[in-house]
T-cell receptor, first 113, second 112 residues
Framework: SAVISQKPSRDICQRGTSLTIQCQVDSQVTMMFWYRQQPGQSLTLIATANQGSEATYESGFVIDKFPISRPNLTFSTLTVSNLSPEDSSIYLC??????????FGQGTRLTVV | GENVEQHPSTLSVQEGDSAVIKCTYSDSASNYFPWYKQELGKRPQLIIDIRSNVGEKKDQRIAVTLNKTAKHFSLHITETQPEDSAVYFCAAKEAGGFKTIFGAGTRLFVKA
């Protein structure tokens, strides 16, 4: 099983600013995934991060709001831009390609004030 | 795309009883069905999974069943213990093995 390290674990940010979340995997993976989990809710896929190409975004999520970088096969970042209180949530990265379960980072709890 | 529905949203059982959580999926091409347990404030953890060529799988007190024809799959927890209290998510992986789509979750309470 992969070990996925995510940071920061939590942050409190001002409206209009941005937060960048980092995700490090201990082995090379072709795809990494970014999820949002609003309080008491399920996990909603934001985008799939591919190394060497642009991320693929799900309906309702756009690159301008959630830019993603994937510079190599073990690392990805998600930026949440122009923050508003509605962005307060937990953000999780994961691996999990092919017919195997996903392993998640510990999550980033974002509070926008 | 794939859609996963999960029931019930909340389940309360007495310690020692069994708990069953049911899910349905929409994409008949989905071929991998993991289950995750998420304790309060922690990340989801994979607890068991089943592939589409298998009808049932057991691991100690937990088991999963899959009915491909009906596009149903279920999680069974026997002899429940207070430490089983958590939110459980079913999920389906789209054919091609890329995205994992999650159900809405079931909050399980096991009363001592």
């Amino acid at each position: 099983s992969a070990v996925i390290s995510q940071k920061p674990s939590r942050d409190i940010c001002q409206r209009g600013t941005s937060l960048t979340i980092q995700c490090q995997v201990d082995s090379q993976v072709t795809m990494m995934f970014w999820y949002r989990q609003q309080p008491g809710q399920s996990l909603t896929l934001i985008a799939t991060a591919n190394q060497g190409s642009e991320a693929t975004y799900e309906s309702g999520f756009v690159i301008d709001k959630f830019p993603i970088s994937r510079p190599n096969l073990t690392f990805s970042t998600l930026t949440v831009s122009n923050l508003s209180p509605e962005d307060s949530s937990i953000y999780l990265c994961s691996d999990g390609q092919g017919a195997q379960g996903a392993f998640f980072g510990q999550g980033t709890r974002l509070t926008v004030v | 795309g794939e859609n996963v529905e999960q029931h019930p949203s909340t389940l309360s059982v007495q310690e020692g009883d069994s708990a069953v959580i049911k899910c349905t999926y929409s994409d008949s091409a989905s071929n991998y069905f993991p289950w995750y347990k998420q304790e309060l404030g922690k990340r989801p953890q994979l607890i068991i999974d089943i592939r589409s060529n298998v009808g049932e799988k057991k691991d100690q007190r937990i088991a999963v069943t899959l009915n491909k024809t009906a596009k149903h799959f279920s999680l069974h927890i026997t002899e429940t213990q207070p430490e089983d209290s958590a939110v459980y998510f079913c999920a389906a992986k789209e054919a091609g093995g890329f995205k994992t789509i999650f159900g809405a979750g079931t909050r399980l309470f096991v009363k001592a």
